[in-house]
């Protein structure tokens, strides 16, 4: 019997490993799958005047949560929306990785709790982050900036990490050369890494941030979210928070901001505020979207609105042509020097296109009968135009 008993305890021990390696093999990649789907489709219409426009861009994108997931970014991904061979396909120059470090179950646009379960610790032990990871926001935030530096040592025909401006323009100049090298650049979704000392921003700076949102979901040292529990403004620490990011050349942004903490920022600051992803509230009245005259307080400091691709913020089509639309929407409100583009791709959206068919994007804009000039500020010169105002 006690023979049996052993041999029992083996069998379920096996068992018991095999489910493990199963769940922490398959279940992440699971999760993203249904997390970041691209709706099926056929190939939308690229003209040959949008193809060779495109080919001409700097292409630039303010917000990617593609650290957030375990897939190798330097290899072509068969879901998710972004990696570096289809940044090289969509002729992508500068990419914002962001980092999220921390995200409330059940998160909604209306109100969250920071008290809330963290989905983001649940994500982080499946995916077998360090166990440094598991309780530390900040940590978070390290990790996925030591993933994006070895993604590039992987790549480095394919990914340079800029954190200066003369980074950023030997970039530029090397693409112009033939290269197809992108530009990624670090941020941080939510100043809550910083674990409430300012001392960390050195920390984060340091590993290559160099965008500061200052909130997400919910409420947090720094002050309200716009999905928190009410329109909180910006706290004593906050506001230290956001006189060392203009010290220091960091590039403040106000998504998921309240609208009270994005009324602070813009009484106590001169310098060009980002909205890196989101919509037109025009366009798509929801509280998600900022109202289009808090908008252009925004775009009168010389900063810009990323406009993004998922269903929430666009009210209606979310292909090419729908986004287009969105983006002439913007125009009118706000004007041509202050839309650029903010995907949120792999932010735990659904969208109808990922990063390797915006050459579709620009055929829809030139169909909106916007001009090559106007095209060429949207796609990236804008964004282009804010990150030389601000890096060092």
């Not at 050195?202 to 002050?223: K, P, S």
């Not at 001169?270 to 109202?291: A, M």
Request: some cysteine; charged content about 20%; overall charge negative.
């Amino acid at each position: 019997m006690l023979r049996f008993i052993k041999r029992l305890l083996a069998v379920v021990l096996v068992w018991i490993i095999v489910g493990a390696v199963g769940f922490f093999t398959f279940a992440p990649a699971y999760v993203e799958k249904s997390r970041n789907n691209v709706i099926a489709h056929t190939p939308y219409p690229v003209s040959d005047a949008g193809a060779a426009l495109h080919a001409d861009l700097i292409i630039g994108d303010w917000h990617a949560d593609s650290l957030l997931w375990n897939r190798d970014l330097t290899e072509r991904g068969s879901y998710g929306q972004v990696d570096l061979p289809r940044l090289t396909e969509g002729n992508v120059a500068v990419q914002m990785f962001t980092a999220v470090t921390k995200s409330p179950a059940g998160q909604n646009y209306d109100e969250n709790s920071g008290d809330a379960l963290d989905n983001i610790t649940l994500l982080a032990i499946g995916q077998l982050w360090p166990p440094r990871t598991w309780n530390s926001l900040l940590e978070r935030a390290l990790y996925q900036s030591e993933k994006l530096h070895a993604f590039a040592e992987a790549a480095p025909d394919q990914l340079y990490i800029v954190t200066t401006k003369a980074e950023l323009d030997a970039v530029i100049a090397e693409r112009a050369t033939g290269s197809q090298v992108t530009a990624g650049l670090l941020g941080i979704e939510g100043g809550h890494p910083l674990e409430g000392e300012l001392v960390n921003m050195d920390v984060l700076y340091a590993a290559g941030y160099r965008l500061i949102g200052l909130q997400h979901f919910f409420d947090n040292e720094l002050g309200g979210s716009l999905h928190g529990t009410g329109n909180h403004g910006l706290t004593e620490f906050g506001k230290q928070v956001v006189e060392k990011a203009v010290a220091d050349g960091w590039i403040i942004d106000l998504a998921h901001s309240s609208e009270q903490v994005a009324r602070d920022v813009l009484a106590m600051t001169d310098v060009p505020i980002v909205v890196s992803h989101g919509g037109l509230h025009g366009h798509c009245p929801v509280k998600r979207n900022f109202p289009d005259a808090l908008m252009r307080q925004i775009a009168e400091t010389g900063g810009v609105i990323g406009m993004g691709y998922w269903a929430d913020v666009v009210c209606g089509d979310i292909t090419p042509e729908g986004i287009a639309d969105m983006i002439v929407a913007a125009i009118a409100a706000v004007g041509e020097d202050h839309v650029s583009l903010g995907s949120d791709f792999d932010g735990s959206v659904e969208t109808a296109f990922d990063t390797s068919e915006l050459p579709a994007l620009t055929t829809a804009l030139l169909n909106r009968g916007l001009d090559d000039d106007t095209i060429a500020k949207v796609m990236g010169g804008n964004m282009l135009r804010v990150l030389r105002a601000r890096l060092n």
